[in-house]
C-alpha cells in the first residue's frame, strides 16, 4: 500500500500514452493543435457545478468501477485538493481521481506534457507524467480549474517497465473518458 500512498501524492497528476517514459522528451507543446480523442458520452454534466464541491469519489459507477477491475474510492486530501484513489482489487495499480478548482492546463509543467493538447469528450486535455511512472490525464474545466486522472502500478517505481507505464496510460485514458461526462 506504500504505492497508494506514493500515487495519491503524486497524483497531482500528469497523463501519458502509449509511448515508453524514455520517449517522453519528444512530446508535443502545449501550443500545438488539438487532435481528437473524443469519447461517448454516457452521462449529463451539471450545468453550473462548483467545482470545488465536486466529490472525486462519485465520478464512477459501481458497474464502471467493477468493469476496470477497480475497489471502492478512498477519499482524501493531498496538498489541499480532493482526492480519490481506487486501488486495483487485487492491489496491482491505482487509479486516482483529483479535483483542482484553481489549477487548469497552463499550470502543467511542460516538461512533463506527453501528449496535448487533445480533447476528450467535449473537453480539452493534456496526458502527462509524474517521475514518468505514474500516467495522468488532464481534463480542463474551465481556464483555470481541471480534473485529473492518474495511474500507477503498485510496486516499486524502479521496476515499472514501459509496458506497465504503457497500461497505466491506457487505464488512465478509459477512466477519464468514463468520468469526462460528468465534468462541469
Do not use: W
Request: aromatic share 4%.
Amino acid at each position: 500500500m506504500l504505492v497508494l500512498a506514493v500515487a495519491v501524492a503524486a497524483v497531482g497528476l500528469a497523463g501519458c500514452d502509449s509511448s515508453s517514459p524514455t520517449d517522453v522528451g519528444a512530446a508535443p507543446s502545449i501550443g500545438a493543435a488539438p487532435s481528437t480523442d473524443a469519447a461517448p458520452s454516457t452521462g449529463v454534466a451539471p450545468s453550473a457545478a462548483d467545482l470545488g464541491a465536486l466529490a472525486p469519489c462519485t465520478l464512477l459507477t459501481d458497474a464502471e468501477r467493477a468493469g476496470m477491475n477497480l475497489g471502492a474510492g478512498q477519499d482524501r486530501m493531498n496538498d489541499g485538493h480532493r482526492v480519490c484513489a481506487f486501488p486495483a482489487t487485487d492491489e496491482s495499480f491505482v487509479v486516482a481521481v483529483s479535483v483542482y478548482p484553481d489549477e487548469g492546463l497552463a499550470d502543467i509543467v511542460p516538461d512533463t506534457v506527453l501528449k496535448g493538447p487533445l480533447r476528450i469528450g467535449r473537453h480539452d486535455a493534456v496526458q502527462h507524467h509524474e517521475n514518468r511512472i505514474v500516467c495522468v490525464y488532464s481534463i480542463a474545466v474551465g481556464t483555470s480549474s481541471s480534473v485529473d486522472v492518474g495511474s500507477t502500478y503498485a510496486k516499486q517505481a524502479k521496476d515499472i517497465t514501459p509496458d506497465d507505464f504503457a497500461r497505466s496510460c491506457e487505464r488512465a485514458h478509459q477512466v477519464a473518458a468514463l468520468i469526462e461526462p460528468r465534468l462541469p
